[in-house]
């Protein structure tokens, strides 16, 4: 039995040839042919060529909130490192990094774009129809209600992460010779961590 039950244990190699459906799903992948969906029946690539502008917009929208707002927020909580701001802002930081993003979205969808709760914010699905002859304006407020709730969503976990990473990086330079220095020459403590600590605290970033 043992002799038996060793040999089940080796795997067994057989070649088929290249006439199998692996072999001509990935002959026709390199070919730029990705089958069709098993959904809609429609070819792969005509639906990701629809999604793709929408995805990409979704979470350059994100990345760009990020760090719009992490790269000052992180080196405002290192300059007030220890301060009751610094605690309450870190508290809320890990609280929103510990939440599901999928989780606070569907409470977001319930809560904030359904009548039948009292709540109708903003839209609950749909990319808004902008009406022939718009101004730039209604353009924007239309589009805008409907990417809040998603871009939100996609942003926060990144936005308490970089925070959190930045304001580290930003306490280890603010420990280093050269911001004595610029301190030293009468610079300011916001004007040495947005002139001189940025540029070497946000090299972990950028990497």
């Given at each position: 039995?043992t002799?038996?039950n060793?040999?089940l244990l080796?795997?067994?190699i057989?070649?088929y040839?290249?006439e199998?459906?692996?072999q001509?799903?990935?002959?026709?992948?390199?070919?730029g042919?990705?089958?069709?969906?098993?959904v809609s029946?429609?070819?792969?690539?005509e639906?990701?060529?629809t999604?793709?502008?929408r995805t990409?917009l979704?979470n350059?929208?994100a990345m760009l909130v990020?760090?719009?707002?992490s790269?000052p927020?992180?080196?405002y909580?290192?300059?007030?490192?220890g301060?009751?701001?610094?605690?309450?802002?870190?508290t809320?930081?890990?609280?929103?990094y510990?939440?599901?993003?999928?989780?606070?979205?569907?409470?977001?969808?319930?809560f904030?774009t359904?009548?039948a709760?009292?709540?109708d914010?903003f839209?609950?699905?749909?990319?808004?129809h902008?009406p022939p002859?718009?101004g730039l304006w209604?353009?924007f407020?239309i589009?805008a209600?409907h990417l809040?709730?998603?871009?939100f969503?996609l942003?926060?976990?990144a936005l308490?992460y970089?925070v959190r990473?930045l304001?580290?990086?930003?306490?280890?330079e603010l420990?280093?010779a050269?911001?004595?220095?610029a301190r030293?020459?009468?610079?300011?403590?916001?004007a040495?961590l947005?002139r001189?600590?940025l540029?070497?605290?946000?090299?972990?970033?950028?990497?």
């Amino acid at each position: 039995q043992t002799g038996k039950n060793s040999r089940l244990l080796v795997p067994r190699i057989h070649w088929y040839g290249l006439e199998n459906q692996y072999q001509r799903w990935l002959t026709n992948v390199f070919a730029g042919d990705f089958g069709r969906s098993t959904v809609s029946q429609l070819p792969v690539m005509e639906e990701v060529r629809t999604a793709l502008p929408r995805t990409l917009l979704l979470n350059g929208l994100a990345m760009l909130v990020v760090f719009i707002v992490s790269v000052p927020l992180g080196l405002y909580l290192a300059g007030t490192a220890g301060s009751t701001t610094d605690l309450l802002v870190s508290t809320l930081l890990f609280t929103l990094y510990g939440i599901p993003s999928f989780w606070l979205a569907t409470l977001a969808v319930n809560f904030l774009t359904t009548p039948a709760y009292g709540v109708d914010l903003f839209p609950s699905m749909g990319f808004g129809h902008v009406p022939p002859g718009a101004g730039l304006w209604e353009a924007f407020g239309i589009r805008a209600s409907h990417l809040f709730l998603p871009v939100f969503c996609l942003s926060y976990p990144a936005l308490a992460y970089v925070v959190r990473h930045l304001r580290a990086s930003g306490l280890a330079e603010l420990r280093k010779a050269y911001v004595v220095t610029a301190r030293m020459k009468g610079l300011g403590k916001w004007a040495v961590l947005f002139r001189h600590v940025l540029r070497n605290a946000s090299f972990p970033l950028v990497t």
